[in-house]
């Protein structure tokens, strides 16, 4: 296979240090913001907002890789895949933990009535909850013991976490009646997961293992 | 007004002898103080509100010639001065510690001006507060149309220092300036039809960015019963920080009822009709399980998708202070506590 000039620079040592100082970038923005007083009149809710975005972004994200790679012959960029997942779940930690410190003042009996009684937050934490078993299989030991098989068929769990993002997301801006940049978010998800689809002829053909 | 306590779940925290925080009490030297220097302001004050009102701003010279007050907080500086006496309204003064200017006016929800918090304080320049009028017409023995001058005029501008709940969890103290309503809908003379009074705001697409979207049915539409509307505490609001309101806080006259969830209070208004039916408002209309024609401040009345039972008090404690304990009707329930007796608060939410 004929690498291309970009292919050739996504092999250099140092684009992965590169790509995770990138990941970072966010999260020290937000701090940064912080401890200068530029979170505007409700910092906590900011950062809360901002972490679960953030999260939602590095997913959408990591599931364009694959069709990039394809759409735009660039092979190179399935090493970085990886990282970008892990990316998600550590937003996604952040989020749930800003949550539970800022909103819930780290009292564990009131996350767990808020999970009980509040679909929005159930599906946020069922969606922290399937996303754990694949960051804590992210290493390479981890893959070889699976097998590459059953690493593959575990890490498909990725598309419910995405739906389950999403129905969060669409659920917390509902209640303002905004629902445009829901929509976004949605419409680039269909595209991510209907190219899968009609590649793997069908839905079916998606979830299956190669 | 007699204080009457209405429930034995809630302490109510503004009888007026105990004092939230004890900074917040004006010694004796400081009020002393601004006496003196009240009486020396008297004499220059014309000129210099005048300057103030000349810089592009809409409150014009003569209507500033209002009566002079100690005023409790500090003027920003930013807009036209608009001075308040002291209310003499129970419950007018909140304890509380009063939440920065800052704060105030860059974290509104003002949908006309887009839906973000700070939109609204970024889009709303190109809203025209003058000039201005309000109609008062429905069930009234006389339909009014007033403008801006005639509005500032009609009462006397009280300063009130409210909380101010909003159904999202968060929270703020503001000084607002301006008189009851009741002052103003009682110029209309009310016939005995009218059981509820409607509130509508501006809807203009050249004004108001927001309006061109569907977030909303616009024009924006509030209401309260005829006795909530009466109570001396629900105000129509010209300005706070004893200046005239920002545009992004819904200038030129808003309404202010402060122990109802923050979105009751309609801003911009242009048109208030008193009518014998409940209106139906614009949240309402939008989702009537989550928005309730009354809206009372209520802890133990969750939104379907979030707690109400506490909030977070914007600028305040710094940026891990616990969320405070909401209060019954916002902590005005020993003064209006009465317009519910009997209620089913569950059921009208």
Known sequence: MQLSLVNQWLLKPWVKPLLWLLCAVPFAGLMVGLATDQLGANPAEKLIRETGEWTLRWLWLTLAVSPLREAASLPALLRYRRSLGVTVFIYAVLHFL????????????????????????????????????????????????????????????????????????????????????????????????????MRKGGVMGMLRTR | MALIRTSRHFSHPDSGMTHGVSSEITPRAVYEGRRAWLKEAAALGGAAVGLQAASGLWLSGDAEAATAAAPLVARPGVLAALPGVRSTVVGAYAMDKVTPYEKVTRYNNFYEFGTDKEDPWQNAGTLKPRPWTLSIEGEVGKPLKLGLDDLLKLGAMEERIYRLRCVEGWSMVIPWVGYSLSTLIQRAA???????????????????????????????????????????????????????????????????????????????????????????SSWTKANAREYGFYSNVNPTVDHPRWSQATERRLGEGGFFAPRKTTLMFNGYEAQVGQLYAGMDLKKYY
């Open chain 1, 98 to 197: 800003a949550y539970a410190w800022l909103d819930k003042g780290l009292v564990l009996d009131d996350i767990i009535k808020d999970v009980y009684k509040r679909n929005f937050i159930l599906v946020g934490v069922a969606a922290l909850v399937l996303m754990t078993p694949l960051a804590l299989t992210s290493f390479n030991a981890a893959i070889r013991k699976l097998g590459g098989k059953r690493w593959q068929a575990l890490h498909k769990l990725v598309y419910a976490v995405a739906l389950l993002g999403l129905l969060h997301f669409y659920w917390k801006k509902a209640a303002k009646n905004d629902v445009s940049e829901v929509m976004v978010y949605a419409v680039i998800l269909a595209v991510l997961l209907g190219w899968r689809a």
């Open chain 2, 190 to 280: 009310p016939t005995s039809r009218a059981k509820y009074v409607e509130f509508i705001s501006l809807a203009d697409e050249k004004q108001m960015p927001g309006v061109r979207s569907g977030v909303l049915d616009w024009p924006y539409v509030e209401g309260l019963r005829i006795d909530e509307a009466m109570h001396p505490l629900t105000m129509m609001a010209f300005g706070l920080y004893g200046e005239v309101l920002p545009n992004q806080n819904g200038a030129p006259l808003r309404l202010v009822v402060p122990w109802k969830y923050g979105f009751k209070s309609a801003k911009s208004i242009v048109k208030i009709r008193l009518v014998d039916k409940e209106p139906v």
